[in-house]
């Protein structure tokens, strides 16, 4: 890629600070927080979804209303009051948008799932909503009813028919438990109030709750049936569902956008335009996971995606590229493998790929083809469901993207029908079938296709692959590839050299509301790739102490555990990390799906997990082996993390803070990467400043807030030292251990390896070739002549400026 032609937003942030806002945060408070933010340095707010959302939702992703903001989250006034907080202060605003999909766990919350509800394809709002009537006898399918209240007549049981709420509109109402459901005009009419008799007569129905993987007729996001999606791609459903993001940019309330899932959309391109023309240009971001090697498309009106292909990079270069070869023989060998013999992880994404798209999302793949059908009436229904699914499967990328003026992407669709007609030329005949009318972006089949292969992407490897894959779970991060171990110096430089050139301004991160790890946790667990006899025989005893089942989820439970266990080595944590590594536990063992999931859990192995948990906490003996993990672990993954935090903060991009995480961050996957953080302490510590720093790692939580600090406030004061990249050589013996980079005028040095490297002694002679100048370490305060034992004798990394 070389460049794009879209002009530069008239207001870039130099960083952001994200706030996931909530009833327990609301605008109020995160307008009183801005202060902070811009002592920190940071210099715009970056806020979680703001529209009113599901009642109780502690995310805001499941809207059930686009003309307003969330009362429950500071409504219209809690954002007038960050605004006039942003404006004072300097900063920008970004807001987190969700165009793909609405909530519809409680239907009377959204006006329009109600009113479709209620009247069905006729009803005013039904375009917004992407439903194949036809599949269904003109019934909109819900998949609700649990497996004890289907009766033998095909009813349903604990219908009751109730007056509605005047403020909905009033009328009848079927109620399913506590659930409630419109009741059409005229339906209840000489029935005798029989609920199974007015059901019958609605525009819905309401159906097992099984059948949502076969028979649903609605689109979703992903495979939650509580979240259907919207078709913004038409111009109206565009214009309703933006009005009130319109207004945020009409009264200057707003500076720019993150835009959610971009792959659920029919025409993210399209999209994307109409969101630049809504926005007068604003700087907009885009949720979009790429694959290794994989470019955002050139034309998209963005300035690049919110991070995780920053994250992934920033991870790899700071594992040690030794550590691959055991560390896969240790998988191999708890899977009972052959000697020799290596886990294939893309053969294992092509299957649970498969399983996921002939099960969870097997509705969607019979709505391609039923849409393909329209246009191709000779294609057999199920050999083409069993040709699309093995596409899908095969699809090396979340999506393409081609439509009637773009081809980006063609090459992947190419690779898939390859791949497929390779491992299927049984199916041979039906992919000459198919061929054409997918490369065909004016097919409803072809289009539908682009938007679910990233749904059966991210299910399968981010959903299951990722609980599957034990080999070094610092890897297993969404955006990242685990199969892709490490990354030379020299490689981050090259693909640094890039971003600088095409998405300068495409946000970098470490942490988000969506990471299956913490920043910090991650950190740590790569010290194991620098040890892996070290962890191999820890995992052993831990093992033989407490037997699981599953000895391959056991080492990724037990990396869980050594990569979020506080940094003492006293008594066992309290009871909140316990409550916490037993909501990991659960949620890691049902997404990977092999011994429980989450519609038929295994009792008794679930158990037998618990109870590991309980022993890392409860036993001696299992707490022996820990922190002799954690004597050898710690102070190196204190040491990957400021790497990662600086690199992250000062390389090509914009750096974003996720909340809470200018200290350690060692959550896991959500909930427990969206728990309330403690900005009254964080706000303390900053007012109190670094302090005295005994070798630099004595208080690492303090350590990394001055890091985060100086770094952003130099990137908001001093842009002009932020505009080129080149990497900066080091000589000596231990020059392997060293990441540098010059971005212009201010040059990062990180220490990469830390374990290795006080292996081998430290860093004698060597030295970093630094520009002609004096340069002083803007962390220390010391003018540096390049040689490494003293420049990071205080802190592992260091921030350089050139004194003239």
């Not at 917004?128 to 399918?141: H, K, N, S, T, Y």
């Not at 969870?360 to 199920?382: Q, T, Y």
Request: charged letters at 25%.
């Amino acid at each position: 890629m070389s460049g794009r032609e879209r002009r530069t937003p008239a207001r870039v942030p130099a960083s952001t600070y994200r706030f996931q806002v909530s009833s327990e945060l609301d605008l109020h408070e995160v307008a009183r927080l801005a202060t902070y933010v811009r002592e920190l340095g940071a210099d715009w707010l970056y806020l979680s979804p703001l529209l009113a959302a599901e009642p109780g939702s502690t995310h805001g992703y499941d809207v059930v209303a686009h003309d307003h903001l969330d009362p429950d989250r500071g409504g219209e006034e809690g954002l007038a009051a960050v605004a006039v907080a942003a404006r004072e202060l300097g900063l920008g605003v970004l807001v987190d948008i969700v165009p793909n999909h609405v909530g519809v766990a409680t239907p009377a919350e959204d006006p329009w799932w109600w009113d479709v509800l209620r009247h069905g394809r006729q009803a005013e709002h039904a375009p917004a909503f992407d439903v194949d009537w036809d599949a269904a006898g003109q019934r909109l399918r819900i998949p609700v009813v649990g497996d004890d209240d289907l009766l033998p007549d095909g009813g349903v049981d604990h219908l009751t028919l109730v007056e509605g709420d005047p403020e909905r509109g009033g009328g009848l109402e079927l109620h399913y438990w506590d659930q409630a459901f419109p009741v059409a005009p005229g339906t209840a009419s000489g029935v005798d109030d029989d609920p199974q008799a007015v059901h019958a007569r609605q525009h819905y129905e309401l159906v097992d709750w099984h059948r949502a993987d076969d028979d649903l007729n609605y689109r979703r996001f992903f495979a939650v049936n509580t979240l259907a999606a919207v078709r913004v791609e038409v111009d109206e459903v565009f214009a309703d569902t933006h009005v009130e993001i319109g207004r945020w940019f009409r009264e200057d309330l707003v500076d720019g956008l993150r835009v959610d899932h971009p792959d659920g959309l029919r025409d993210p391109k399209g999209y994307l335009d109409d969101l630049a023309r809504l926005t007068d240009g604003a700087y907009v971001l885009v949720e979009k996971i790429l694959e290794p090697g994989e470019d955002l498309p050139a034309s998209w009106a963005c300035e690049g995606t919110t991070g995780y292909d920053a994250l992934a990079l920033v991870d790899r270069v700071l594992v040690d590229p030794a550590g691959e070869g055991p560390l896969t023989a240790l998988e191999s060998r708890l899977r009972g493998l052959p000697d020799g013999e290596a886990v294939d992880f893309h053969e294992m994404v092509h299957d649970l790929k498969r399983e996921v798209a002939d099960g969870l999302l097997g509705s969607e793949v019979a709505r391609i083809v039923r849409d393909l059908r329209r246009d191709v009436p000779r294609l057999d229904r199920a050999r083409g469901e069993d040709a699309v699914a093995e596409l899908l499967a095969c699809f090396p990328v979340y999506r393409s993207y081609l439509s009637t003026t773009e081809r980006d992407g063609e090459e992947h669709l190419d690779a898939a029908l390859a791949d497929a007609r390779a491992r299927r030329p049984d199916l041979a005949a039906t992919y000459d079938v198919l061929e054409p009318w997918l490369r065909d972006p004016a097919c409803d089949g072809a289009r539908r296709f682009q938007q679910t292969s990233g749904m059966v992407m991210a299910k399968g490897v981010e959903d299951c692959a990722f609980y599957r894959y034990s080999r070094l779970t610092s890897l297993n991060e969404v955006g990242g590839d685990p199969s892709v171990f490490s990354l030379a110096v020299d490689g981050f430089h090259e693909a640094m050299v890039r971003r600088q050139a095409d998405w300068p301004h495409a946000m970098t991160t470490l942490s988000t509301h969506d990471t299956k790890r913490g920043e910090d946790v991650r950190a740590r667990i790569h010290v194991l790739a620098e040890a892996p006899g070290g962890w191999t025989a820890a995992l052993d005893r831990l093992l033989e102490l407490v037997p699981l089942p599953d000895p391959v989820f056991a080492n990724l439970l037990w990396q869980a555990v050594v990569g979020a266990w506080p940094a003492s080595t006293g008594p066992a944590p309290g009871g909140d990390f316990r409550e916490r590594l037993h909501g990991y536990a659960m949620k890691a063992m049902r997404e990977a799906g092999e011994r429980t999931t989450w519609t038929e859990p295994d009792e008794d192995y679930e158990a037998a997990v618990h109870a590991a948990v309980d022993a890392a906490l409860d036993r001696d003996d299992v707490q022996r082996v820990l922190h002799e993990v954690l004597a050898w672990t710690v102070d190196p993954g204190w040491s990957n993390s400021l790497a990662a935090k600086l690199v992250a903060l000062t390389m090509p991009g914009v750096p974003d803070v996720y909340q809470g995480s200018e200290l350690w961050e060692q959550s896991l996957v959500d909930p427990d990467n969206r728990r309330p953080v403690d900005h009254i302490l964080r706000r303390s510590m900053l007012a109190v400043g670094p302090g005295a720093l005994v070798g630099g790692l004595e208080d690492p939580g303090t350590a990394k807030l001055h890091l985060v600090s100086t770094a952003l406030r130099l990137r908001r004061d001093r842009p002009e030292l932020f505009t080129t990249y080149a990497g900066v050589p080091a000589t000596g013996e231990a020059a392997d251990h060293v990441l540098a980079f010059d971005r212009g005028g201010a040059v990062t040095v990180a220490t990469r390896l830390p374990l290795g490297l006080q292996s081998r002694g430290g860093w004698g002679d060597t030295t970093l070739e630094l520009p002609d100048g004096t340069w002083r370490d803007v962390l220390t305060d010391r003018v540096t002549n390049g040689s490494l034992e003293t420049l990071l004798s205080a802190y592992p990394v260091a921030l350089l400026v050139k004194e003239d």
